[in-house]
């Protein structure tokens, strides 16, 4: 099983980024989490399967989470970005908490 990130990158405050991740199988959860440098991973945004979505309080209102659950995908729009959100981005999937993880993608958010 596979997990294949894509869509960071550079940005200036208030820019915009769009991450997808693609799973080569179904999960229930499909999140993302980031890790920032000397910080531990956190959850960024998670989706069921029934597209109920959960958020960290420091993204609501700027980050939208949903999926395509056909083309086992995740999209992450980012909107209103900040420095504080500079980190490497990961997909995390499975049943009830992510359990596979793809390789991580950085977003860098310059001021």
């Not at 499909?30 to 959850?43: C, D, F, H, S, V």
């Not at 999937?93 to 001021?111: E, F, M």
Request: net charge positive; glycine share 10%.
């Amino acid at each position: 099983v596979q997990l294949q990130a894509s869509g960071g990158g550079t940005v200036q405050t208030g820019g915009s980024l769009r991450l997808s991740c693609v799973s080569s199988r179904s999960f229930s959860l499909m999140g993302w989490y980031r890790q920032a440098p000397g910080k531990q991973r956190e959850l960024v945004a998670s989706i069921t399967i029934t597209s109920s979505t959960n958020y960290a309080d420091s993204v609501k209102g700027r980050f939208t989470i949903s999926r395509h659950n056909a083309k086992n995908t995740v999209y992450l729009q980012m909107n209103s970005l900040e420095p504080e959100d500079t980190a490497v981005y990961y997909c995390g999937c499975g049943n009830v908490v992510a359990t596979l993880w793809g390789q991580g993608t950085q977003v860098t958010v310059s001021s």
